[in-house]
């Protein structure tokens, strides 16, 4: 059974960038897309972008100009950075396995645990 | 939100509820819509994927479907664990995105 496990830092302060990063435990990269999606109160869940094994990605187009994922996969990891945040993107951000085969229309299976990012001056 | 739930839905333990989701041909009308619920404090877990499908796990008091632009999830036999936020969610090929619901939170009296 897939497990995943995200950290990163919890508080920003405004133009900062935030940088998450989620490991991997059982089962492979290849197949499958790899997500990270946010909850903010005021807008709800946020699908932010996919990779896959090829380090292809889709990025949220609203989000795309400040977003980059990327994957290691020597370590089983893949990592989210959102540039110049603001306190907008203030929000529990969560790493996702999709379900394999489906890239272009992720289905977020397996989850992490959630982290939440703070921005504030 | 692209996708359209109702607030909240509440029902007494042992009786049937559903929970609709609208949206419009660009999203719902033409790809598949998974459920998510969301008990408080953890997160979202997959209930129904490819509009009817329950992944392994999921009892079969759970279900979907899909009629042109809306879907609906229904939960049978309620339980007091079924309390929580329930979420839909496809793929918009207007916006490419995957988009969610804003949720519904399901009370069970």
């Known amino acids: 059974q897939v497990q995943l496990q995200q950290w990163g830092a919890g508080l920003l302060k405004p133009s900062e960038t935030l940088s998450l990063t989620c490991a991997v435990y059982?089962?492979?990269?290849?197949?499958?897309?790899w997500n990270w999606i946010r909850q903010t109160p005021g807008k709800g869940l946020e699908w932010i972008g996919e990779?896959?094994?090829?380090?292809?990605?889709n990025y949220n187009p609203s989000l795309k100009s400040r977003v980059t994922i990327s994957l290691d996969t020597s370590q089983k990891q893949f990592s989210l950075k959102m540039r110049s945040v603001t306190a907008a993107d203030t929000a529990v951000y969560y790493c996702?396995?999709?379900?394999?085969?489906?890239?272009?229309?992720?289905?977020?299976?397996?989850w992490g645990q959630g982290t939440l990012v703070t921005v504030s001056s | 939100s692209v996708l359209t739930q109702p607030p909240s839905v509440s029902a007494a333990p042992g009786q049937n509820v559903t929970i609709s989701c609208s949206g419009s041909?660009?999203?719902?009308?033409?790809?598949?819509v998974s459920w998510y619920q969301q008990l408080p404090g953890t997160a979202p877990k997959f209930v129904i994927y490819?509009?009817?499908k329950r992944p392994s796990g999921i009892p079969d008091r759970f279900s979907g479907s899909k009629s042109g632009t809306s879907a609906t999830l229904g939960i049978t036999g309620l339980q007091t664990g079924d309390e929580a936020d329930y979420y839909c969610?496809?793929?918009?090929?207007?916006?490419?995105?995957?988009?969610f619901g804003g949720g519904t939170k399901l009370t069970v009296l």
């Open positions: 996702a396995r999709g379900l394999p085969g489906r890239w272009g229309a992720p289905v977020p299976a397996h």
């Open positions: 059982g089962g492979s990269f290849s197949g499958y897309s």
């Open positions: 990779i896959n094994h090829n380090e292809y990605t």
């Open positions: 041909s660009s999203n719902i009308g033409s790809n598949y």
């Open positions: 490819d509009n009817t």
């Open positions: 969610a496809t793929r918009d090929s207007s916006l490419s995105s995957l988009v």
